[in-house]
Structure formats: structure tokens, C-alpha cells
């Protein structure tokens, strides 16, 4: 079994239709191993898109993250990251509102920031963003603790 980070973006939180249905949507998919609301803070923001900076939407995501509260899960299943980077689809919403149209970035991703949803997108990735958003989490433990939310 496989885990990994989903982040569900400020906009999404606001939208209570939205949110229910991306929530629906992961239970159907996925073992929910934690959840909780997270304020991301802009420290928070640059920590965990140090990768990206110096390129020229940075700043712009960085300061979307931090604009309201976002849901952070941790994810679990067979092939997990690619699961939900496919359930997730293209990072681009115009991309994705034309190659997959069902996505959950097609159905509510406002723009390339505003794209609904974060994903990791390695293992490596997953483990160092799952220890920035939940400190507390323990790997190893992760057979035995299931909560669904």
C-alpha cells in the first residue's frame, strides 16, 4: 500500500457543493488514513513550494495557499500518487476541462492556481509534504491507523 498528500485549495473549502463532492469522491478511492482543516501559512506556503521557487508563479501560489483555510489528507491505497494525480488530472484547468472533462480540476479548478487540489507527486515528495502539513504522522504505523472523515 501506497500513501500520499492531497491538499484541497481555499476556493474549494468556500464552495460547500464543491468540497462535499471532492470529499465523496476520495472516500470512494481511497483509504482517508488523516484529515483535517490547515491554515497555510506563508512561511507554511514557502516551505512547502520551496521546489518552485524563482519561477514565475511562486509568488502568485504561494499567496493563494495562504488566503484561507485548506483541507489536507493523507491518502491511502494501491498505486496511491497515481491514483489521485489521475482522479486530480491535468495541472493546467483548461487542459484539463478538454482532455478530462470529469477531473476533479476540470470540475472545479478556476485557473492554473486556482486549480482545485495539490497532489504529490513522488513518493519522496509525499513523505517530505506529509511530515510538513501533519508532524505528528507516523509512517510506519500506517497499516493499523485508518480514520475516515
Not at 14 to 28: D, G, H, W
Not at 70 to 80: P, R, T
Not at 92 to 113: H, N, W
Amino acid at each position: 500500500m501506497e500513501i500520499t498528500l492531497a491538499v484541497i485549495k481555499p476556493h474549494v473549502l468556500r464552495n460547500t457543493y464543491a468540497f462535499q463532492q471532492v470529499k465523496q469522491l476520495i472516500k470512494q478511492n481511497f483509504n482517508v488514513l488523516q484529515a483535517k482543516e490547515v491554515r497555510i501559512t506563508k512561511e507554511l506556503s514557502e516551505q512547502f513550494y520551496a521546489e518552485h521557487q524563482g519561477k514565475f508563479f511562486y509568488h502568485r501560489l504561494t499567496s493563494f495557499m495562504n488566503s484561507g483555510p485548506c483541507y489536507a489528507l493523507i491518502l491511502q491505497s494501491e498505486a496511491c500518487i497515481q491514483k489521485w494525480r489521475s482522479l486530480m488530472g491535468p495541472t493546467k484547468v483548461f487542459r484539463a476541462v478538454y482532455s478530462e472533462p470529469q477531473c476533479i480540476r476540470a470540475l472545479y479548478g478556476l485557473s492554473d492556481t486556482r486549480n482545485a487540489c495539490h497532489g504529490s507527486d513522488s513518493e519522496a515528495s509525499a513523505l517530505r509534504e506529509i511530515a510538513i502539513l501533519f508532524p505528528e504522522f507516523q509512517v510506519k504505523s500506517t497499516a493499523k491507523t485508518q480514520v475516515k472523515q
